[in-house]
């Protein structure tokens, strides 16, 4: 999909967030949208960052981030709320509260799933596995193996969320541990080849579960210079994946990328920076009696600090 076929809305705070979920009278009765919103690289921001001057200075903050959704929630009927992970480290609340905080608060903005980046292990195992009665949400993730570890069936490879008869699969992928994360901090997790995996849950969802939209979680990384598999490769090499949600690379992505494969499917990759400055927001269509998308159309909104006037 060319880069102009999108319609790219930056709102400040919730400003113009609406505009997105009006489609026309006679294509509404026709239609069922969905949309997603999505967070990667929380890195434990619970607070703004300080209104100094500094760049982003007074932006994030999950309270702002909940306003924001809950706003969507209430002007659109179909909405998954998905993280690509890395929920933990980078402010003292992480050092403090081992993470409690952070899965706390996910669960009050009724998160729908989301996936392990190798930040959310810095405690170890048992300190993830300490925490997880905090996350009134799933966990995903497909080729991080912990049979052998205390995390056994602990988390599920994918999940399938239905809105108004639509099916929307989504599964979850983290990033090669050893050499990246302590091994007393993984233990015996075995990690599997993301794209062989990634190429059995297309089929799982798409012929077993029948899913009319295919979203993988990834904590991969968008993009590197060698043949370290990431985000854009794995796009490139497995066909059937409808939305990546990217994470680890702190990527700001304007807008999505998208890859084309030679049977005409899109694959769009997304990534919106860290610390919750900005929220991903995208909107699809579908035909309400096929289930086949038609449209897509995405935001970047920024989580800002409200402007007030006196």
Avoid at 89 to 99: C, D, I
Avoid at 105 to 121: C, E, I, R, V
Avoid at 125 to 130: A, D, P, S, V
Avoid at 225 to 250: C, P, R, S
Wanted: aromatic share 10%; with cysteine.
């Amino acid at each position: 999909m060319k880069r102009r076929d999108f319609l790219r809305t930056t709102a400040v705070g919730a400003a113009g967030i609406s505009l997105l979920g009006v489609p026309f009278a006679a294509e509404a009765a026709q239609t069922i949208n969905l949309t997603i919103l999505h967070t990667n690289d929380q890195h434990s921001r619970i607070e703004p960052f300080p209104d100094d001057g500094r760049k982003y200075g007074g932006m994030g903050g999950m309270a702002k981030r909940a306003t924001l959704i809950e706003q969507i929630r209430k002007e659109e009927p179909n909405v998954l709320l998905l993280d690509s992970g890395d929920i933990w480290q980078g402010t003292p609340y992480f050092n403090f509260f081992g993470g409690e905080l952070e899965f706390k608060l996910m669960s009050q903005m009724k998160y729908d799933a989301a996936t392990l980046g190798n930040h959310d292990l810095d405690n170890g195992l048992r300190g993830l596995e300490k925490m997880l009665p905090f996350a009134d949400f799933p966990f995903v993730t497909a080729n991080y193996d912990f049979s052998n570890t205390i995390l056994k069936n602990r988390f599920e490879p994918y999940k399938v969320f239905e809105k108004q008869g639509v099916r929307i699969g989504v599964f979850g992928l983290g990033i090669e541990l050893d050499g990246l994360v302590a091994k007393n901090n993984f233990e015996q997790t075995v990690y599997l080849d993301p794209v062989a995996v990634a190429k059995e849950m297309v089929q799982e969802l798409r012929v077993n579960q029948k899913c009319n939209l295919v979203v993988c979680l990834s904590h991969l990384g968008y993009k590197y210079e060698d043949e370290k598999i990431d985000d854009v490769k794995l796009a490139q090499q497995v066909q059937g994946i409808d939305l990546i949600l990217g994470a680890h690379t702190h990527t700001f992505l304007d807008q999505p990328t998208a890859i084309l494969h030679d049977s005409g499917h899109e694959t769009l990759i997304n990534q919106v920076g860290w610390s919750g400055i900005f929220l991903g927001r995208i909107d699809f269509s579908f035909n309400r009696k096929s289930k086949k998308r038609t449209d897509v159309r995405t935001a970047l909104v920024p989580v800002n600090t409200p402007v007030t006037t006196s």
